[in-house]
């Protein structure tokens, strides 16, 4: 596609519900980011993925959230037992290369409200 | 470690003024900066960056952004606002040394608010 696809585009899970947001990257795009962007705040990293491989998962809340690039094409953010301080939106975003000046291109987000 | 700081949380300004948006950065190594936009409802827009060359980096919309290494600041401008410029900017930075990772850094945000 032109862009960063992200779905759903908005998600209302129930506390303890586990929620699955998929990212389907630009065409070719070798990098991928996952960000968490709560309401009135700039966007929090949270893993990157290089093709297949998941080189950083540092920005991972906690061993509830769960990343995955399996073929080095789309991308899951899995989250379990979902909790009310995990309402935000997750932003997904990819780049051509790894190499520091390329340009990150983010989709338009999955919102998430956890009640 | 890196950071991005942008001291304004909102920036009023009328149609037709020019506008700043401040942005100050700190990294170990030489920065990668970036500016992004977001309107309501909408995912980050990337609107220019600087590399390496020349300090004044022209992108999209009519917006621009001096790099000063001086002052480690990569101020956004244009010369004339336009009402449909009232968005949320954001400044970013990734440390050229790399490694592993490349991520972006973003600042807090500044609401633009272009008065007609």
């Known amino acids: 596609g032109a862009g960063v696809s992200q779905s759903p585009r908005y998600k209302v899970a129930k506390r303890g519900q586990d929620v699955a947001l998929r990212c389907d990257p630009i065409s070719g795009h070798v990098s991928l980011f996952w960000y968490q962007q709560a309401l009135g705040q700039g966007p929090e990293f949270l893993t990157y993925?290089?093709?297949?491989?998941?080189?950083?998962k540092s920005g991972l809340p906690s061993d509830r959230f769960f990343a995955e690039r399996p073929e080095g094409s789309v991308s899951t953010l899995k989250i379990q037992r979902t909790q009310q301080e995990d309402s935000a939106v997750y932003l997904c975003?990819?780049?051509?290369?790894?190499?520091?000046?390329?340009?990150?291109?983010f989709g338009e987000g999955s919102w998430l409200t956890v009640v | 470690a890196q950071s991005v700081a942008q001291p304004e949380d909102q920036v009023n300004v009328a149609e037709g003024n020019p506008l700043t948006v401040k942005c100050t950065y700190s990294?170990?190594?030489?920065?990668?900066l970036f500016w992004y936009v977001q309107y309501p409802n909408r995912g980050l827009q990337f609107l220019l960056k600087?590399?390496?060359?020349?300090?004044l980096v022209k992108g999209s919309y009519g917006f621009e952004a001096e790099f000063n290494k001086s002052q480690t600041s990569f101020h956004l401008k244009k010369p004339s606002a336009l009402v449909s410029d009232s968005a949320l900017y954001f400044c970013a930075v990734r440390d050229g040394y790399g490694g592993a990772t490349n991520k972006l850094i973003f600042g807090t945000g500044t609401l633009l608010a272009v008065q007609p």
């Open positions: 990294v170990s190594g030489n920065p990668y």
């Open positions: 975003a990819s780049s051509l290369g790894d190499s520091s000046g390329n340009t990150i291109y």
């Open positions: 993925f290089q093709n297949e491989a998941q080189l950083d």
């Open positions: 600087y590399i390496t060359g020349d300090n």
